[in-house]
């Protein structure tokens, strides 16, 4: 069964950091591209980082451009979201995304308030 399984969401202030965790299975790791994405309350989902070809660097959303940064540790099957000077208008719910599998996981969290 593939699957992906986001974790790492909380309650921050403005300012400060989180590191999002989205680990796959089911499925050959390293052969993917994994992307980001976020949705706030009220709005659609929007792409916030991503390589949907392994291999492509990433691109960012503008928004996030210099405060977010994607990673990946293919030894533990886990690609990483590191979120810097977070804000107010970041708070939504992140999900990664296998685009070539169509494959989503259930997101998590993450609020930014003082």
């Known amino acids: 069964q593939q699957q992906l399984v986001e974790s790492g969401g909380g309650l921050v202030q403005p300012g400060g950091s989180l590191r999002l965790s989205c680990i796959g299975s089911g499925f050959t790791f390293k052969l993917y591209g994994f992307e980001w994405y976020r949705q706030a309350p009220g709005k659609e989902r929007e792409f916030v980082v991503g390589?949907?070809?392994?291999?492509?660097?990433?691109n960012y959303t503008d928004s996030v451009k210099g405060r977010f940064t994607i990673s990946r540790d293919q030894t533990k099957n886990t690609v990483y979201l590191q979120m810097n000077s977070l804000k107010p208008e970041d708070t939504a719910v992140y999900y990664c995304k296998v685009a070539a599998l169509r494959l989503w996981g259930q997101g998590t969290q993450v609020t930014v308030s003082s």
């Open positions: 390589n949907p070809h392994l291999g492509e660097p990433p």
